[in-house]
């Protein structure tokens, strides 16, 4: 069965500090992965995905087929940070795209 | 260029009272989508739709009905509404081609109370 696990429900770090949320995921073909990020009170919104191999506000993720991990890193966290992050898996089936949430990891950048 | 707009932004039902969320959205997308998020599960697929008159189950449809009679418009039923659809309900859109392929876009969400 296709998932996707957040191991971590909260996560707390120093400013300044380096960040990593962990997203594992189950999926038996290509699998395509995005981070979502919500902020207080605001929709969701797509940070990257790992086809566009990009950083956003110094957010990189790798996908990894071999450990089936496509983690979030920022090497210096900054207080605006502090936000909920999903990790999501697409699923294509019956001519339809579907995401597939982790459950979503709470950070939070303390000063 | 409003992207996905959801109506109303809060709700307080009693039980057994019935309503229906509202999703528009302007980007032309194709597919479009409603979640409930819940604290420690998630987002969760209630019902999405590949195109004008069509709706399809997700993960949770139960006590849900959908309808897409127009391309823009998506909304979401509730019919005999119950506490255990006390939530945070979303609405995303997404296109099938171009550079944002398959990204979904969401809305502000609804938040329904049930009492």
């Known amino acids: 069965a296709q998932r996707v696990t957040q191991p971590e429900k909260l996560l707390s770090v120093f400013k300044g500090a380096p960040v990593e949320l962990k997203c594992n995921y189950s999926?038996?073909?290509?699998?395509?992965l995005f981070w979502y990020v919500q902020y207080s009170r605001q929709r969701l919104q797509l940070l990257l995905r790992?086809?566009s191999r990009e950083s956003i506000k110094g957010f990189t993720a790798d996908l990894n087929k071999g450990e089936t991990s496509f983690h979030l890193k920022k090497p210096f966290a900054q207080e605006e940070d502090s936000a909920m992050y999903y990790c999501?898996?697409?699923?294509?089936?019956?001519?339809?795209?579907?995401?597939?949430f982790g459950q979503g990891t709470r950070l939070t950048i303390n000063p | 260029n409003a992207g996905v707009t959801q109506t109303p932004k809060f709700r307080v039902l009693k039980t057994g009272q019935s309503m229906t969320l509202l999703c528009a959205q302007d980007?032309?997308?194709?597919?479009m989508y409603w979640y409930r998020q819940d604290p420690g599960m998630g987002l969760r697929l209630i019902h999405y739709?590949?195109?004008?008159?069509?709706?399809a189950k997700g993960e949770v449809p139960d006590g849900y009905n959908v309808s897409r009679l127009k391309k823009q418009n998506f909304l979401l039923g509730l019919e005999s509404a119950a506490p255990s659809q006390t939530s945070v309900y979303f609405c995303?859109?997404?296109?099938?081609?171009?550079?944002?392929?398959?990204?979904?876009?969401f809305g502000p969400g609804t938040r329904l109370t049930v009492l």
């Open positions: 790992h086809i």
């Open positions: 980007m032309n997308h194709e597919y």
């Open positions: 999926y038996s073909g290509s699998p395509e």
């Open positions: 995303a859109s997404s296109s099938d081609s171009g550079r944002n392929r398959y990204t979904q876009y």
């Open positions: 739709s590949v195109g004008e008159g069509t709706t």
């Open positions: 999501a898996l697409t699923l294509r089936t019956q001519g339809a795209q579907k995401l597939v």
